[in-house]
């Protein structure tokens, strides 16, 4: 999830605003911001175009944000309420009636670009713990697929064995022993084959997630 827009709104006057990516982003803010103020409801949360807008609404004021996941809301609705409680702190927002001017523009927009690096940030750093605990799955994978051909490759030289082991003279005894015997050419293949399946899932997984930069 990123949050690649937000802006705060005093009625449908937008006071400022942020964008991470290309794209217009006002014709779908204009419609968010008129049904906020016809619902007069706290919070919602509705898709316009490709994006996901989630609106906090307090005293006339609209703090909107648009993200690229609607299945995560809880980010959205925490940054939204940062944003509202460090601009509820300002002198500005202290005032009756004001529109919009380069300070007020600019003082805004500082607090949007800081919360929308922050949760960003977090989402990225939680996806790359999550890439990071599949890449651990499937290296626990990989190992319990090679000790499992490993293991049906030595019962067989068990059973061998212990046949030979009949066979061969009491006197001879002693000085008899057993040389391991070596992996199919057979098993090696399956073995290298799903090493080498795992190495690449690996190295796409984190490739997907510029974990390792492209």
Known sequence: ????YSCIANGRTVLAELALTGGSYQEATAKVLR????????????????????????D??????ATDNALDTVAPSAFLKNVSDTLTRNPLMSQEQFSPSTAITADFQQVLGKYMMKYNKNQSDC??????????????VLTQNIETILEKEEK????????DDLQTPVEEFPKTRKIPRGISWKHFKK?????VAILLSILIILLSTNVIPT
């Open 127 to 140: 996806m790359i713990s999550t890439m990071r605990s599949q890449v651990t799955d499937v290296k626990n």
């Open 60 to 65: 006339g004021i609209t703090y909107l944000c």
């Open 191 to 195: 073995i290298l084959i799903i090493t």
């Open 35 to 58: 049904l906020v103020l016809l619902r007069a409801e706290p919070r919602t949360i509705m898709r316009m175009g490709s994006y996901i807008y989630h609106t906090l609404f307090i």
């Open 1 to 4: 999830m990123t949050i690649t």
């Open 156 to 163: 067989p030289n068990i059973y061998l064995d212990s046949t």
